[in-house]
């Protein structure tokens, strides 16, 4: 169903009746004085400086014209600047006069934060019949300017619309609308519609619609020369073609940053005064997205029209007097832009032909919906993947109000259907100090998810006004541990101000301009001169420890008399210079401040760098710096590189049709010291290699090699990275460590075997549980995309023993599972185990081979799972458990092969 919105024309039509006397909003911009709004209202004492309308002095107003109805909401863009501190700050007065009288009425008033800039909104009653309003300044410290103003009136005798429309719950054929609106009414009208085209009429000559065209995997896959008579595309060839991610049915010329595409028909038969018919569209629109089509006759390509593609598929056609036996068609893709993708659907020449009709398709005309505060209509029996418009009225009187502003819905499509359960949200993986990849889960109902990436910034710091300061510049650097022999010598040799007392331990310093307090064994403290009074400031320090040996955790406390308080929380300091930061309580005049050694650690070697006392100081609030901001996608995975290593917030909405959020989804990502990352993964089976009708998935455990590139035989091991796929657990726990060996020894734990000989090149996978409780098991997921079930299942595998002589029959199971979700191989679940599958060695107690001295033996074990079934979309699991017994031996796989059967169903060719 080709689904578009209704036009303006339609919407007044379900709309209703109309009144001769609407309110509305006037919208007022006061940085432009030329604006004719501006010029209606009266001012006072004001002056436009490029920022709005300026306020200086006490007083100073604005006042609006008096409107025709009664006021129900203003709202107003304002900035306060030019103060440093919490003193008494600049006020902006709303104030609002009812009809006929002269009384002015203070509904608002504007406060807030030294240079925010603020837009606030007031709603109001109607019953007030408030009519004009004035802006007033009330000077305190700072200045005002007033950017925008604006005010919704309502009619005499006018309906509330209702505004705000917005769909929720989206699914395939179903979506739920709520709206508000400002006063009561007595009901609400809802409309609900789409539009369609009809089906183009005539008689088809030839046809093609890529029926067989079907490509479940997240990326496209390229063409070959061979696939189009795979895909039964007889005498078609081209140039970067390829099948789209989770297409049905159609065929994409180009990707992103391909040379021009070409897509070429067969050799065509002769024909006259027939119609060219493409569906196709434009997967991203640029400056150029015109599709030519060129008939290729012999030698020579000559074109024959240029189609300008929208975003949408539509149906184009144009007239072809004359085809020749042996003629072809010959479609290119965009020649202009990063973006040249076009999707085609279907070609078809056509005699006769009539296009397509838009039709109006009404779901809801005026369907009452009774009044409450959280008005809302679940609208059911829709069509998936169509766009729908909705609009809305209310009912008070008998009178109908205006509609509401069209909102447009596009219901899931019905691939969608599938519950995604609770959303888990985003998490990072593939994480390098410059990149990394976000993923989540798909979201039922979803039409897209929105990206965003930052990191906070500082905004709005001051180094405000120094107003007391000690920087020890006269002190020279010194390795002495002769503590400085008394006040009076620290005030005439380090100090740059006088009054300093040493209380104990005060040394000269490794640094120039530096002071240390404390020594290897002993606290130090040092107290300042007595302060001035002090009302509102802020103790700023630049101190470090001598070395990671010495205590990390620093404060400053404040003397009064005999009385001593702590300023603050105390702060970590490391081994090079940080700057402590924190609010000063009021001091009063002959207060002092105490300096004294860190604490936390037996050595107290403290370095005192600068001591300084401000006003006026701001640290700034936290905001973002966004690297990527609601960047729309439509797969479930974002990946971004060139980021400075930080730490990064991330952030994915998930939308519906109309754009509303259904689900959000915040992380943190740290590119500063980026971990190591696990990966739960499974193999894509349309990306395993084809032999004939079977897909045959191979693992002889060689990439091995690269884990252990030298001598050093322990490793770690992450879940999915380590190895590609393959997970390895301890009971419930995740194998952190992976141990290779010949054979020898009895370490419990993950192992890769290999023989001492060197005869044996490649390394097998095993485990050895001599010494432990827990159970080991490993393995890995195959994920069924392609479009249909996958079936006749065969698994084959070596069974390798390495080292130790059998005293009792030890087993090696191997278990498989077919399930909807992407598990750990140790979670619970309908694990079948498969005898045919099971690696056992024989008890000898006399004979076998010793450890690590002979190749291992081999036992080759096969099976065919002929009565699973994988579903498209599933997953099957294979699983290897051992449990633990005494004296065991070291049993490992090797030489693995998975076959996949895929189910295909028959060619068809369906005529559109």
Known sequence: MNCKKLSVSIVMLIGGIRLSAWGGVVATDFIDDSNSNTNQWSLSGTVVDGSGRKFSND????????????????????????????????????????????????????????????NETVSLERSDNYRQFRLVFVKGVGTMRVSSFNVTWRADGEVAAPFSLKCSDVTSDSFYATWTVDEPVECFLFDCWSESMTQWTGELKWCENFTTCVNAAKSPKKFTEEMFGEYGLSGWSGDFIYLPAGCNGTIQLNKASDSVGWLITPELPSMENVELVVRACAFAMQPDHVMPVFIVRGGSTNELVAFELTGSFADYHCPVSEILAGDRLAFRSFSVGSKRRVHIDSVSLVNGFEPGHPVTNIVCDGVMVEYSDSPGFHVEGVDAGCKYGLSVRSVSGGVESVPSEVCTVETASSEMEEESGDWTGAVASEITHSSFRMNWPSVHGAAGYRVSIWTNVLEGASVGNVIWQESFSKAMASLSTTAISGSEKFNNDYADSSGWTIVSNVYPSVDVGTVRIGNTTKSGELVSPSMEAISDGTLRVRVRRQDSSDGAVFSVWKRSGDELSEIGEAQEIGDTFTECIWPLPEMGAGECLVFRSASGKTKRRTILDEIAIIEGYSAGIPAPDYAVSAVQVSETSYAVESLPPAVWMFAVEAVDGSGMVVAASTNTVDLVNPPPQPVLDAVVISGIPRKGGERIWREDFSSFTNVFPTSKNTAGWLNGTTLPHWQAYCGDNPVADVIRNHGAGTQKGLCVYWATNKVAETYSLGTMTTGTAEEYVYGLSFRNDTAFSVCKIAVMFDGMQFGFKNKETQELACEYLVTNELVSVAADGDWRACDGLVYRTAKDNTSGLESGADLPVSTAIAAELSNVSVPRDSYFMLRWRRSAIANAAAMAIDNLSVTFTVQSRPLTIVVR
């Open 59 to 118: 007083g100073e107003s604005i006042t609006s014209p008096i409107y025709d109805g009664a006021v129900v909401s203003i709202s107003v863009s304002a900035k306060n600047v030019g103060f440093r501190t919490e003193g008494t700050r600049s006020v902006l007065k709303i104030e609002a006069k009812a009809l006929e009288s002269e009384l002015w009425t203070d509904v608002h008033q504007l406060v807030f934060a030294n240079g925010s800039a603020t």
